[in-house]
């Protein structure tokens, strides 16, 4: 028959559990100590390096975009505040407050076109020909992160994927998996017709025509009767180009 364990066992099992617990409690407050002391020091020299490269940072977007990973890999975000450190020396913080506002002034100003769906290749187009005399450049990233911005201010901004392309949208239209399925398949040659969605994505003519005319009311598409071969047409203008339209705006 086991015998079991006398008071002192268990006192001394006790002890032991509580030492070994001391002991972890004591590696992981080291662990997080030395983490704490290393990030402060990449913090550091991160403010050293964007000293140094200050004028890089602001007129190289590529540069710029390697900047802003850097700093999220140690928990530093430059867009947070339009005050202290980072926008003292950089000024980006003020650089994204603009270029938000510029991309605003252009999805209202595209509205009745696209229905509030802009590609985002061109809504950078549009933004660079509207800063086309500012020395800074901007990229695809640059506005991205300025719409992440937008989004803050609850105004419906957000940036959408329909197949390769990203789109940006500055109403608040809930797309579903049927409306990005059509948009994908008008990425071809910017529109398509009920029988192409039946053929293509195998829908019933029910559901084709329900998507389409969704699309249709949330003013995204329109309507071209006046093909060739007298099929209706549902013209998508989200994934065609427009960047003739409000260029000086």
């Known amino acids: ?27 992981a407050k080291l662990r997080t100590d030395l983490m704490k002391e290393q990030l ?19 007129k190289n977007p590529s540069f710029r975009s390697q900047f802003h990973e850097m700093c999220a890999k140690v928990g530093v975000d430059p867009l947070a505040s ?27 100003a595209t509205r009745p076109l ?34 992440s911005k937008l989004k803050t201010l609850g105004s419906g901004f957000e940036v959408i994927s329909a ?35 039946e053929r293509r994505l195998s829908w019933t003519h029910g559901r084709a025509i329900d998507a389409l005319d969704t699309l249709l009311e949330e003013g995204l598409a329109m309507i071209d009767d006046g093909h060739r071969d007298g099929k209706r047409c549902y013209w998508f203008p989200c994934v065609s180009s427009i960047s003739s339209f409000g260029a000086d705006n």
Request: charged content about 30%; proline content about 1%; glycine content about 8%.
């Open 163 to 197: 197949g390769k392309k990203k789109l940006v949208r500055s109403v608040p239209t809930e797309l579903n998996k049927d409306h990005n399925q059509i948009l994908e398949l008008a990425q071809a040659q910017g529109y398509v017709t009920v029988d192409e969605v």
């Open 40 to 58: 402060a020091t990449f913090r550091s020299q991160l403010e050293e390096f964007a000293r140094k490269h200050k004028n890089d940072i602001r």
């Open 114 to 147: 696209n229905g509030g769906l802009i590609d985002l290749q061109e809504l950078c187009k549009l933004l660079r020909q509207k800063r086309k005399h500012d020395r800074e450049a901007v990229s695809e990233d640059d506005c991205l992160r300025a719409i």
């Open 82 to 108: 339009n005050k202290g450190f980072w926008a003292e020396l950089l000024g980006i913080g003020d650089f994204y407050y603009e270029l938000g506002v510029q991309i605003v002034e252009i999805c209202l």
């Open 1 to 27: 028959m086991r015998r079991r364990p006398g008071i002192g066992g268990l006192q001394t099992a006790a002890a032991a559990r509580d030492q070994y617990r001391a002991l972890g409690e004591n590696v």
